[in-house]
Structures are given as structure tokens and as C-alpha cells.
Nanobody, 126 residues
Framework: VQLQAFGGGLVQAGGSLNISCVASGRAFSNYAMGWFRQAPGKEREFVAAISRGGGTTYYADSVKGRFTVSRDNAKNAVGLLMNSLKAEDTAVYYC????????????????????WGQGTLVTVSS
């Protein structure tokens, strides 16, 4: 599985940004997807996850109500719509694929994910 994240950029605080990740290599609907982020000098942290069919989503408390994860299995793509961005959202955002979970399940632990994209940088100016 190869994952390519894109759509990052510079945005003002309070603004919105929509990042995406496209997968190739295996049937996209066979794996759950997650978004993680890593800010400078900090450890990578969970952001959001979506189950194989999209019926289950899960968010970190820090982004709940502001971010929305979605997927389009026909396009092998997962998106993360980020609203009301804050300076503390500045990070490199990574998408990841979990090939071992059940149809309705999602995970927040990075250990559950098998493949990772290269990341896309999101910078929020205050």
C-alpha cells in the first residue's frame, strides 16, 4: 500500500483547510484509515480515524467538533476537513492505513497502523 498525502499549506488562525490522502496498491475498502500529526519538537499524535466503510469515525479531543474525516472508496481517498484552525494545529499531518481491523473498527494507536504516507505540512499563523 502506498499513501500520498497532499493539500497542506499556510492558513490564518480561524481559517479552514482540507487535506487529502490517496492510496494505491491494495483494495482501499479493506482497511481503516487514520490521520496523525507531529508538531516540531513533539511526539506524533492521533488526530482522527475512519472505518473501512466510513460508518465509524473517531477524533482526538483536541480536534473534535472542528475536524471532519471522510473517505471515498471509489476514489481510494480519505480527507480531513479542518475548520477553526488554531496555531497549535500546526504540524506535519500523516495518513496511515490499518489493514488488520474489523469493518466497523478504528484505532487511535499508531501501533495499529501498517502503512504511512509521507506527510503534508499544515501551518497556522496566529
Amino acid at each position: 500500500v502506498q499513501l500520498q498525502a497532499f493539500g497542506g499549506g499556510l492558513v490564518q488562525a480561524g481559517g479552514s483547510l482540507n487535506i487529502s490522502c490517496v492510496a494505491s496498491g491494495r483494495a482501499f475498502s479493506n482497511y481503516a484509515m487514520g490521520w496523525f500529526r507531529q508538531a516540531p519538537g513533539k511526539e506524533r499524535e492521533f488526530v482522527a480515524a475512519i472505518s473501512r466503510g466510513g460508518g465509524t469515525t473517531y477524533y482526538a479531543d483536541s480536534v473534535k467538533g472542528r475536524f471532519t474525516v471522510s473517505r471515498d472508496n471509489a476514489k481510494n481517498a480519505v480527507g480531513l476537513l479542518m475548520n477553526s484552525l488554531k496555531a497549535e494545529d500546526t504540524a506535519v499531518y500523516y495518513c496511515a492505513a490499518d489493514l488488520r481491523t474489523g469493518y466497523w473498527s478504528v484505532h487511535r494507536s499508531s501501533n495499529e497502523y501498517d502503512y504511512w504516507g509521507q506527510g503534508t505540512l499544515v501551518t497556522v499563523s496566529s
